[in-house]
């Protein structure tokens, strides 16, 4: 651990993935950058575990790689529900499963590579107009990076808690020590929840449920979903069931005076677009070059734009979850039109605007589900 420094450009509070991104970038603008976490690594969240195209695409400018030993390539996205199968490939490259802990680590080793000081086990107690206090000593910085999370500390203090909208659901996610059988991200849609299965690796899978029930476990939940636990038969869990909230929540603002916010503590949509991390990367970019130039209205404007394509989209997916007889009407229909599935894909990983999309996609989408049986 690096000890800790009495004066320094930026204090990013939060050494998950979001805050070792803004440290990542702002390091490459020349910024001196400090992190701050009680935590120690690797740092275990529950998610789902899969980066898509576009996330990997800027982890690539942020130079963190990824062995493909600890890791698991797929090639698209496949929705399932009792007698639809939906896929479409990415338009480009190739989303990847890998395991929480590994992307830290790698995360780490890039942010310790690039000269940030990464602070360990660290109590972060306060910020104030010179700096933020660690174990009792003020650190002296020009900026302030809230990096930690939905339940974010430097939001209240900086007083940016205030938000236009917020809800939630509740996600429970294991390990399964099984070869993956499918070269997709598969979604298992049922009544009133969905599960999500990530290759991570050769050998095992990551296998998520969300649901608006706080109660509902997931072995109660694989008993409705009997083709995916014929699958997971037999195999044997590598760790125990681990939850967290999914939630969507969109602030009014993400700065306030030298107070920036990023990832989850910015506000988040939910993980049915399995789109956090990159929207969390994105905004790391963003972030750096309004420090660069001493604007972080620049950035509280940028990550408004950011923003709203994944909103759109999860917005699509949620109709899907609230609205069983129109879901099963719209998978019919997507399967009979593979190619507006795809363009759907596409608009969700960026490669195409989502709302030329939806407007390409509304006659022929809404025709095919009028005539579904």
């Avoid at 994105?282 to 509280?300: I, R, W």
Wanted: proline share 6%; with cysteine.
């Amino acid at each position: 651990m690096s000890l800790l420094p009495h004066e320094t450009d930026v204090v990013v509070v939060g050494g998950g993935p979001a805050g070792l991104a803004a440290a990542i970038a702002a390091r490459e603008k020349g910024l001196r950058v400090v992190v701050a976490d009680h935590a120690r690594p690797p740092i275990e969240k529950p998610c789902g575990e899969g980066l898509m195209p576009d996330a990997l695409r800027v982890l690539d400018r942020l130079g963190v790689t990824i062995g493909p030993e600890q890791s698991f390539p797929f090639r698209g996205i496949r929705f399932r529900e009792p007698g639809t199968v939906v896929s479409a490939t990415f338009p480009n490259g190739f989303g990847l499963g890998v395991r929480r802990p590994v992307l830290h680590q790698s995360m780490i080793r890039r942010a310790a590579g690039a000269g940030a000081s990464l602070l360990w086990g660290v109590r972060v107690s306060g910020i104030c107009a010179a700096g933020v206090t660690v174990n009792g000593q003020l650190v002296r910085c020009r900026w302030i990076i809230g990096a930690d999370g939905q339940n974010s500390q430097i939001r209240r203090w900086a007083g940016l808690d205030a938000h236009h909208h917020y809800q939630h659901r509740f996600a429970f996610r294991r390990h399964y020590r099984v070869a993956p059988w499918s070269d997709s991200l598969e979604i298992y849609w049922g009544a009133g929840c969905q599960f999500y299965i990530t290759p991570v690796c050769p050998q095992e899978v990551c296998v998520v449920l969300i649901s608006r029930d706080s109660s509902l476990r997931m072995n109660q939940a694989l008993a409705k979903f009997p083709e995916l636990m014929r699958r997971l038969h037999g195999d044997l869990p590598s760790d125990t069931e681990k939850g967290a909230i999914s939630a969507t929540c969109r602030l009014k603002s993400v700065v306030r005076e030298r107070v920036a916010l990023i990832g989850d503590a910015s506000g988040s949509v939910d993980a049915i677009t399995g789109e956090g991390m990159c929207l969390a990367f994105q905004q790391a970019l963003a972030l750096a070059d309004a420090l660069a130039s001493g604007d972080l209205g620049a950035y509280d404007s940028e990550h408004r734009r950011l923003f709203r394509r994944p909103a759109f989209m999860a917005g699509l997916m949620l109709s899907l979850d609230r609205f069983p007889r129109m879901r099963r009407r719209a998978l019919q229909a997507l399967a009979a039109k593979p190619a507006i599935f795809s363009d759907l894909l596409a608009a969700h990983v960026g490669a195409r605007s989502p709302a030329n999309v939806v407007v390409a996609g509304a006659i022929p989408l809404g025709w095919q589900m009028l005539t579904a049986g």
